[in-house]
């Protein structure tokens, strides 16, 4: 079983529409959660992390995180087509040094 | 501050050549990762180096090798390329000794192996 997991998509939503994105994993030890985007042929970048029971937010970007079901949300409001990207799951456990990354969502904002 | 950087930013190699993937940050981070990306799988790590003079294996250590060289530096080294190892590569690297910090990424390298 794979450690996280996404929905590759691709997610296609109209601009100015919210994008809902889904993670869950599998380490009930896990107490460190991120959420990257990647534009293509492009590196990762931190768009949020997370690591208390509820929501944060951030400008447009909301994380949410429900630690009994083990998963990891993450909505973009007021989608624009600058929002297009893969949007890569990462999760640590502990005090562990690593992140275990998803497969990514690809999220597509048509104008 | 330059941040990430990494060497070279493209390469072509045939199976069986060697070479090594430099990588260098100027933020005095403890901790540098090698990842690998390759399509619908996400990055997998390789290799990471928690704090200078350690180095640990990760997800898919077979292949390669690892050199901490300094603080700054982490290079990666393929002995004896396969076409398997075709892939984007990126070098990342974090503060260390604090839990929730995040990983910054260099710009990649990317590598065909015939």
């Known amino acids: 079983q794979k450690e996280v997991e996404q929905n590759s998509g691709p997610l296609s939503v109209p601009e100015g529409a919210i994008a809902s994105l889904n993670c869950t994993y599998s380490?009930?030890?896990?107490?460190?959660f991120f959420w990257y985007r990647q534009y293509s042929g492009k590196s990762p970048e931190l768009i949020m992390f997370?690591?208390?029971?509820g929501d944060k937010e951030d400008g447009r970007f909301t994380a949410q995180l429900n630690k009994a079901s083990q998963y990891v949300s993450l909505l973009i409001r007021d989608s624009q087509p600058s929002d297009s990207a893969t949007y890569l799951c990462?999760?640590?456990?502990?005090?562990?040094?690593?992140?275990?990354f998803g497969a990514g969502t690809t999220v597509t904002v048509r104008a | 501050n330059a941040g990430v950087t990494q060497t070279p930013k493209f390469q072509v190699l045939k199976t069986g050549q060697s070479m090594t993937l430099q990588c260098a940050q100027d933020?005095?981070?403890?901790?540098m990762y090698w990842y690998r990306q390759d399509p619908g799988m996400g990055l997998r790590l390789i290799y990471y180096?928690?704090?200078?003079?350690?180095?640990d294996k990760g997800e898919v250590p077979n292949g390669y090798n690892v050199s901490r060289l300094n603080k700054r530096e982490f290079s990666l080294r393929l002995e004896s390329a396969a076409p398997s190892q075709t892939s984007v590569y990126f070098c990342?690297?974090?503060?260390?000794?604090?839990?929730?910090?995040?990983?910054?990424f260099g710009p990649g390298t990317r590598l065909t192996v015939l």
């Open positions: 990342a690297s974090t503060p260390g000794g604090i839990p929730y910090n995040e990983q910054f």
């Open positions: 380490d009930r030890g896990s107490q460190s």
């Open positions: 997370i690591y208390s029971n």
């Open positions: 990462a999760v640590k456990s502990g005090n562990d040094y690593k992140l275990s």
């Open positions: 933020m005095n981070h403890n901790s």
């Open positions: 180096s928690a704090s200078e003079g350690t180095t």
